[in-house]
C-alpha cells in the first residue's frame, strides 16, 4: 500500500489532522509523533484496526497497547473502578509520559489488551496527537511505531525506514523530546507496581505513591515461562543486529577495556571520547540522563552502520531518567552486563 504522508512541519497543520482524523475513523492506521515516541494508532474501539497495527509491526498477539486519550472524560469510557491514586497521578503528572494500567471496560477492543481485564492509558503531551484524538473523537491505541524488536522511532524517518508501505499514512512532526517510551504503572492491584521506567521517575512517583512496588523484571531477565506482569517486559526489545554488551564502570576502566577489542564499537559517554582508540560512537555526557534517553534508540539504530562485530555501551546511572534508559539498554544487551 502507498503511505500517505502528512507534514506537519511545513505543510498545512489542519488538514494533516482532519485527514489523519478520517483514516483513523474508517479502521486505518496512522504513525504519528508524541513526546516520548512516534506512535502506530489505531481507533481502540476497533478489533479489526488493531489486527492491522500487530500485522504491520510483527508484533506478538499477547503484548496489549496503550490507548491514549486527550482527556478526563474518556478516561471513564475506557477504564473503570478508578482508584483515588489514579486521580492524583492525572493531576501531577498528565499530559505527560505516564501510563496507568487500569481495570478497563467492555468499550475497549479485546485484541488492544489481549485478553487482560485491564487498559493502559496515558494523555499524552505532544499537541498533534491530542488534536487527532479530540477531531476524531476516538481514544487511540498505540504502540511504538516499529518493527517489533527494533529501537523505538524517535524520528518520523525511523518509523518510514520500519512501516513504509505498511500502514496507511503518517504524520510528518517534530523528533520526539523525551526519547524512551512512558512510565508504566499499575494501579489496579493491592499496591501500586512500576512495571516500565520513563520520564516520570520513580522518584517523582513516590511523591504521590508512597508505596509504590517495582517490578523486578525492569533490571532482571524473566525466567523462561514466567508470567510477567507487562508482557512487553518478556521480549527481546531494541536490538541492532550487533552483538551488544552493557558495561559497567568508571570512564578509565571503561576505555582501557574497550579498547582492547577487536572490531569493536564503543557506545559512550561524550567524556569517554578522548580515551577511547577503537571506533566510538557518544550518546551524551553520564550526568545528563535526560539528553542519554533523547539520544539512545537513534544510537541503537545507528550501531549497525559501524560495521563491527560487536558494541559494548557505556552504563547510565540507574537514577532519575537513568533508570529508563539502563532498562532499555540492558534488554538491546540480552541482560548480558560486563562489571569492571
Ligand atoms: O510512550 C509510550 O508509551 C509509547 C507512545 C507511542 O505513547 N507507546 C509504547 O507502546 O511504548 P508499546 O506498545 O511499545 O509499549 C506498551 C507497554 C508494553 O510493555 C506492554 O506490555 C505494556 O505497555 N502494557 C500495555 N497494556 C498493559 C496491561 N493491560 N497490563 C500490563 N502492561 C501493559
Ligand atoms: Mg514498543
Known sequence: METKRFDILSGDYESAVKEASAILIADGIVALPTETVYGLAASAYSDGAIKKVFTAKGRPQDNPLIVHISNMDMLKVVAKDIPECAYKCAEKFWPGPLTMVLKKTDKVAKSVSAGLDTVAVRMPYEKSIRDI?????????APSANISGAPS???????LKDLDGKIDAIVMGNDCE?????????????????????????????????????????LKEPEKDAKVASPGMKYKHYAPKTDAFLVEGDSENYAKFVNEKENAL?????????????????????????????????AL????????????????????????????LIRAAA??????
Open 133 to 141: 484524538i479530540d477531531c476524531s473523537g476516538l481514544p487511540l491505541a
Open 153 to 159: 522511532p524517535t524520528t518520523y524517518k525511523h518509523c
Open 178 to 218: 523525551v526519547g524512551v517510551e512512558s512510565t508504566v504503572v499499575a494501579l489496579f492491584g493491592s499496591k501500586p507496581r512500576l512495571l516500565r521506567p520513563g520520564a516520570v521517575t520513580l522518584e517523582e512517583l513516590k511523591t504521590v505513591l508512597p508505596d509504590i512496588e517495582v517490578d523486578k523484571a525492569i
Open 266 to 298: 564503543a557506545l559512550c559517554f561524550n567524556e569517554d571520547l578522548p580515551l577511547i582508540t577503537v571506533k566510538a560512537l557518544a550518546y551524551g555526557t553520564k550526568a545528563d540522563e535526560k539528553t542519554l534517553a533523547k539520544n539512545v534508540f537513534a
Open 301 to 328: 539504530r545507528n550501531v549497525d552502520s559501524f560495521g563491527v562485530s560487536e558494541v559494548y555501551i557505556h552504563a547510565p546511572s540507574k537514577s532519575g531518567v537513568g533508570l529508563a534508559v539502563y532498562n532499555r
Open 335 to 340: 541482560f548480558r552486563v560486563i562489571e569492571l
